[in-house]
């Protein structure tokens, strides 16, 4: 018999923001989102809006943390802020453009392209910490949430989600992610005792 599922997750992305609009490295700097946005997460909401979710969770960046405000409005649940959701921190490649660093910081762009997730190129996070406080999160939320097969929607951001999503599917991460979360794009999956099952990507 196949295992019983502890969680089913719904991961998505923020909607569009001018930096991304732009191409530009967007961790700890934050905006609203755009019309362009706004108007993606409400066609997510409306694909989602029958799921039963028991409880909404965020980063508190305003643009994550507005995508979970029009998303509730569809599920009216139980919504909270966590700290651990944020973004990666880019420090000194913060809103600037792939072109931008290779010009400015050749070796470091070089380095990441390769997948050496060693170190932080940018002078920020590594990718392991950035996995070690994800982890941490979900660990929270599976003992805030015992109850098998309950659905637990998260609001973050494109390279915080790719890295969880590669802890939850033990999958290889790299400079490039092989999931790449476009604005709004909903990950789901489910969640067992020996891992993750992706059984939806948008």
């Given at each position: 018999?196949?295992?019983?599922?502890?969680?089913?997750?719904?991961?998505?992305?923020?909607?569009?923001?001018?930096?991304?609009?732009?191409?530009?490295?967007?961790?700890?700097?934050?905006?609203?989102?755009?019309?362009?946005?706004?108007?993606?997460?409400?066609?997510?909401?409306?694909?989602?809006?029958?799921?039963?979710?028991?409880?909404?969770?965020?980063?508190?960046?305003?643009?994550?943390?507005?995508?979970?405000?029009?998303?509730?409005?569809?599920?009216?649940?139980?919504?909270?802020?966590?700290?651990?959701?944020?973004?990666?921190?880019?420090?000194?490649?913060?809103?600037?453009?792939?072109?931008?660093?290779?010009?400015?910081?050749?070796?470091?762009?070089?380095?990441?392209?390769?997948?050496?997730?060693?170190?932080?190129?940018?002078?920020?996070?590594?990718?392991?910490?950035?996995?070690?406080?994800?982890?941490?999160?979900?660990?929270?939320v599976k003992?805030?949430?015992?109850?098998?097969?309950?659905?637990?929607?998260?609001?973050?951001?494109?390279?915080?989600?790719?890295?969880?999503?590669?802890?939850?599917?033990?999958?290889?991460?790299?400079?490039?992610?092989?999931?790449?979360?476009?604005?709004?794009?909903?990950?789901k999956v489910?969640?067992?005792?020996?891992?993750?099952?992706?059984?939806?990507?948008?």
């Amino acid at each position: 018999m196949f295992p019983e599922p502890l969680l089913n997750l719904l991961l998505i992305r923020h909607g569009q923001t001018q930096a991304n609009v732009e191409g530009r490295f967007y961790g700890r700097s934050d905006s609203e989102m755009t019309e362009a946005g706004r108007e993606q997460v409400r066609a997510t909401a409306e694909r989602l809006k029958d799921i039963d979710v028991s409880h909404l969770y965020a980063s508190p960046a305003i643009r994550a943390k507005h995508t979970a405000e029009i998303l509730n409005e569809q599920w009216k649940t139980d919504f909270t802020l966590d700290e651990r959701l944020w973004e990666i921190d880019h420090n000194r490649w913060e809103l600037m453009t792939p072109n931008e660093i290779m010009a400015k910081y050749p070796q470091d762009w070089a380095k990441f392209l390769a997948g050496d997730m060693s170190q932080a190129h940018h002078g920020g996070e590594t990718q392991e910490q950035v996995s070690a406080r994800a982890m941490n999160f979900l660990d929270s939320v599976k003992a805030d949430h015992p109850c098998n097969g309950e659905t637990i929607a998260l609001a973050a951001h494109g390279g915080l989600l790719s890295v969880m999503l590669c802890d939850l599917l033990g999958s290889q991460k790299r400079g490039w992610w092989p999931f790449r979360f476009q604005n709004a794009g909903v990950a789901k999956v489910i969640l067992y005792e020996f891992g993750g099952v992706l059984v939806g990507f948008e």
